[in-house]
Nanobody, 124 residues
Framework: QVQLVESGGGLVQAGGSLRLSCAASGRTFRSYVMGWFRQAPGKEREFVAAIRWSGERTYYADSVKGRFTISRDNAKNTMYLQMNSLKPEDTAVYYC?????????????????WGQGTQVTVAS
């Protein structure tokens, strides 16, 4: 099994930065893809970013391109999401996810393992 634990969320002013971490345990970190999703109140969970195990390919939602950077450190079994130029609309619970099945990195249902989420609140 895989356990995923997010951390690093909090309250930040608009324009500020925050770095989220997702620590993986219970199984090798060599999943095909790991990703970040977020869910704002009253909205569906949406894709944010994803990265392949080797790190040679990344994927971003249009809403975060140029502001967010996804990365992973396999030696530490940890994935990161560096969030810069944060906007109030970025406010959401952020979830990390992993899949060992080759699929579509942006598709929520293709991920089989999920963390508990970490709250990010961006004040205007």
């Amino acid at each position: 099994q895989v356990q995923l634990v997010e951390s690093g969320g909090g309250l930040v002013q608009a324009g500020g930065s925050l770095r989220l971490s997702c620590a993986a345990s219970g199984r090798t970190f060599r999943s095909y893809v790991m990703g970040w999703f977020r869910q704002a109140p009253g909205k569906e969970r949406e894709f944010v970013a994803a990265i392949r195990w080797s790190g040679e390919r990344t994927y971003y939602a249009d809403s975060v391109k140029g502001r967010f950077t996804i990365s992973r450190d396999n030696a530490k079994n940890t994935m990161y999401l560096q969030m810069n130029s944060l906007k109030p609309e970025d406010t959401a619970v952020y979830y990390c996810a992993a899949t060992f099945v080759l699929g579509t990195p942006t598709r929520q249902r293709d991920y089989g393992y999920w963390g508990q989420g970490t709250q990010v609140t961006v004040a205007s």
